[in-house]
T-cell receptor, first 115, second 113 residues
Framework: AQTVTQSQPEMSVQEAETVTLSCTYD???????LFWYKQPPSRQMILVIR??????QNATENRFSVNFQKAAKSFSLKISDSQLGDTAMYFC????????????FGTGTSLTVIP | DTGVSQDPRHKITKRGQNVTFRCDPI?????LYWYRQTLGQGPEFLTY????????KSRLLSDRFSAERPKGSFSTLEIQRTEQGDSAMYLC???????????FGPGTRLTVL
């Protein structure tokens, strides 16, 4: 079974600063996908960024980037120039393709951006 | 709005009652997923459909739970003889194809008294 661990239950960052959320996972698979989802208070989850395990280049989406270390099974999310709207729960998720594509989620990190 | 919708958004019921939730996925999405999220935890997979076929069920889905997607469009999740431990947020997600991003609905929050 796949497990995803987010060791930081809560984090805070000053507006305009940079913050990194960590995620580690455990799998024996070589082909898989990793995701970061954002869940704002009382709102639905939206995709922040995704990474294919076969790609060595780290994914980036505007202010969001990942540091994917396949050998270490680490997948951290860096948020640059933090904005108040970034305040949310952030979930790291693992997906093994062709088995229903079910997601395995971590327990989440609650991020608060302080004005 | 063409996103995933869920109804109701909140449900309060007494222990032992049956409840049914509905999920309407994005119209062209062929895959539909149900997850359960309890306080302080990430979503946990319950089951998924490809079109109208239910292809996988988690061991979390006890005999009291049943899900359907009769025409390959909307889906229902029914919980019979609810227990207090069923209290959770029930999330629905849909995707297109095998590697598509999953789009989540707002969830149905169930409280069992």
């Amino acid at each position: 079974a796949q497990t995803v661990t987010q060791s930081q239950p809560e984090m805070s960052v000053q507006e305009a600063e940079t913050v990194t959320l960590s995620c580690t996972y455990d799998t024996s698979e070589s082909n898989y996908y990793l995701f970061w989802y954002k869940q704002p208070p009382s709102r639905q989850m939206i995709l922040v960024i995704r990474q294919e395990a076969y790609k060595q280049q780290n994914a980036t989406e505007n202010r969001f980037s990942v540091n994917f270390q396949k050998a270490a099974k680490s997948f951290s999310l860096k948020i640059s120039d933090s904005q108040l709207g970034d305040t949310a729960m952030y979930f790291c998720a693992f997906m093994k393709p062709n088995t229903g594509n079910q997601f395995y989620f971590g327990t989440g990190t609650s991020l608060t951006v302080i004005p | 709005d063409t996103g995933v919708s869920q109804d109701p958004r909140h449900k309060i019921t007494k222990r032992g009652q049956n409840v049914t939730f509905r999920c309407d996925p994005i119209s062209e999405h062929n895959r539909l997923y149900w997850y359960r999220q309890t306080l302080g935890q990430g979503p946990e997979f319950l089951t998924y459909f490809q079109n109208e076929a239910q292809l996988e069920k988690s061991r979390l889905l006890s005999d009291r739970f049943s899900a359907e997607r009769p025409k390959g469009s909307f889906s229902t999740l029914e919980i019979q003889r609810t227990e207090q431990g069923d209290s959770a947020m029930y999330l629905c997600a849909s995707s297109l194809g095998t590697l598509g991003e999953q789009f989540f609905g707002p969830g149905t929050r169930l409280t069992v008294l």
